[in-house]
């Protein structure tokens, strides 16, 4: 089992910053992928970033150059750093972990954080 505790959300101007945190129960090397989602109301829930246990990085095109990924293992915590926030960011970001087994897979998620960004 992997408890994942998001915090870092709030309202913030357009052009602004944001940072998030996403803390684990257990060592997060232990978990293969880290990943952010967001979902918006209405819409349906979203991959924004994930990162692997090694170098692996990845993005979604909306925010591509603005958003960065990273971790601290010694903290066992994974950050998104969101720059350049736009209105359309608006949504609550869950934090993912996945777990591969064997011949199965086990997905942890956070219990979101609402990020809102003003025009």
């Known amino acids: 089992q992997v408890q994942l505790v998001e915090s870092g959300g709030g309202l913030v101007q357009a052009g602004g910053s944001l940072r998030l945190s996403c803390a684990a129960s257990?060592?997060?090397?232990?978990?293969?992928?880290m990943a952010w989602y967001r979902q918006a109301p209405g819409k349906q829930r979203e991959l924004v970033a994930a990162?692997?246990?090694?170098?692996?990085?990845n993005y979604a095109d909306s925010v591509k150059g603005r958003f960065t990924i990273s971790r601290d293992n010694a903290k066992n915590t994974v950050y998104l750093q969101m720059d350049s926030l736009k209105p359309e960011d608006t949504a609550v970001y869950y934090c993912?972990?996945?777990?591969?087994?064997?011949?199965?897979?086990?997905?942890?998620w956070g219990q979101g954080t609402q990020v809102t960004v003003s025009s």
């Open positions: 993912k972990g996945v777990v591969l087994g064997n011949r199965v897979t086990y997905d942890y």
């Open positions: 257990r060592n997060i090397i232990s978990i293969n992928i």
């Open positions: 990162i692997g246990s090694g170098t692996y990085t």
